[in-house]
């Protein structure tokens, strides 16, 4: 294991003929291209000029750019951090971070032990990220912003645990594996893919929500799938304008039902699946009609909530069981719709026109 300071100017990352690597910060050049046992530096003595990884080899033990002012361009070249050993990552506000138009290659987190922190002092992460070292722990310091470019952006938790610590997440696609764990803290996690399963959480794997929100951003009219692992959330957001199919894959337990806000919706569950709510008294978005509906026309999946009344308002039913001990309210005057193959559920017309309701749903077959 040992130091290596960039020193090389404009160039590329590799060999030493060139006097690219030294032992010091701002020393003598001369030392060899790091290895995987290595720490990385770029900071205020490496100039500021453009460093493109152009390797056979992109890996380092951690890599830290703190007073880095220059540009660090990804080449053609996966980047594996982390060697078995803590392997910390930290960008520099002051400098550039880009894919080089690489996105289709990973930065790869490979360490094993330890608690590894990740601070991105508000660069975007420009490609997939993969964190698979068995038995490590990876903490976001800060907030992280992640694009991916031709293939979007992925964040795929393969072995180990990752800790996103309260701060704010966004990307397109989250995976985990088996045997992994994820802790969410008071985090966001907003998901941006137009369509496909933003979400997807192995049975097999371990979640901490706290008081979290994974949030779905809907612009179009396709579908989204949240697949839940039967694992226990906070809150799922749907937010957008758009009229899309938001898709509930499996059992799971949520505090709330969907907070859904802009446009009309759809949501979607598996039949024949449990979703249980623990709090969250009331269903809506305004005006705009939320249809509830199931995979299998005819088929229904249960709303199971164990006690108190739910209200909905301007939502559309089909195959809808409601169950739980709760009443389940869904007054025919507040623009509800009872489609068919409903069951718990009470469409008595009441006073009021539901003041105070804050979501919308509507629950619909496929036909």
């Not at 294991?1 to 006097?19: E, Y």
């Not at 293939?151 to 704010?168: E, P, R, W």
Request: proline content about 2%; hydrophobic content about 35%; aromatic content about 8%.
């Amino acid at each position: 294991m040992a130091d290596r300071f960039w020193v090389g100017g404009t160039a590329s990352w590799n060999g030493t003929a060139t006097g690219k690597w030294s032992t010091t910060s701002g020393g003598a050049s001369g030392a060899a291209e790091p290895v995987a046992a290595d720490d990385v530096l770029f900071d205020g003595n490496s100039g500021t000029g453009t460093i493109t990884m152009d390797t056979t080899a992109g890996e380092c033990r951690s890599f830290n750019a703190t007073g880095f002012t220059g540009t660090f361009t990804l080449g053609a070249v996966d980047w594996n951090i982390g060697d078995g050993t803590i392997g910390h990552f930290t960008l520099a506000s002051g400098m550039t971070f880009t894919s080089g138009g690489n996105e289709f290659r990973d930065i790869i987190f490979k360490s094993t032990v330890g608690t590894n922190n990740i601070t991105t002092n508000g660069k975007v992460i420009p490609r997939e990220c993969f964190f698979n070292g068995v038995g490590g722990t990876w903490q976001f310091q800060d907030a992280v912003t992640h694009t991916g470019g031709g293939l979007g952006a992925i964040i795929t938790l393969q072995t180990g645990t990752l800790n996103t610590n309260g701060q704010s997440v966004s990307t397109d696609l989250f995976s985990s594996a088996s045997g992994t764990t994820l802790t969410l803290g008071s985090t966001t996690f907003t998901l941006t893919q137009g369509d496909g399963t933003p979400w997807t959480f192995n049975a097999g794997a371990t979640l901490t929500s706290n008081t979290s929100t994974i949030s779905f951003t809907d612009t179009g009219t396709g579908q989204k799938a949240f697949s839940g692992g039967g694992k226990t959330y906070n809150n799922l957001s749907i937010t957008g304008g758009g009229a899309g199919r938001i898709l509930i894959q499996g059992s799971n337990t949520f505090a709330a039902l969907p907070q859904i806000t802009g446009g009309t919706k759809n949501l979607r569950f598996t039949q024949a699946t449990t979703q249980t709510y623990t709090g969250g008294a009331n269903f809506g978005n305004g005006s705009n009609l939320i249809t509830i509906d199931t995979i299998v026309a005819g088929s229904s999946a249960t709303l199971s909530r164990a006690s108190g009344t739910f209200q909905v308002t301007s939502i559309s039913l089909q195959d809808s069981a409601a169950a739980g001990g709760a009443t389940w309210l869904a007054p025919s005057n507040n623009g509800n719709v009872d489609v068919s193959g409903n069951s718990g559920w009470d469409f008595t017309p009441t006073g009021g026109g539901g003041a105070g309701v804050q979501q919308n749903f509507t629950l619909l077959g496929v036909g």
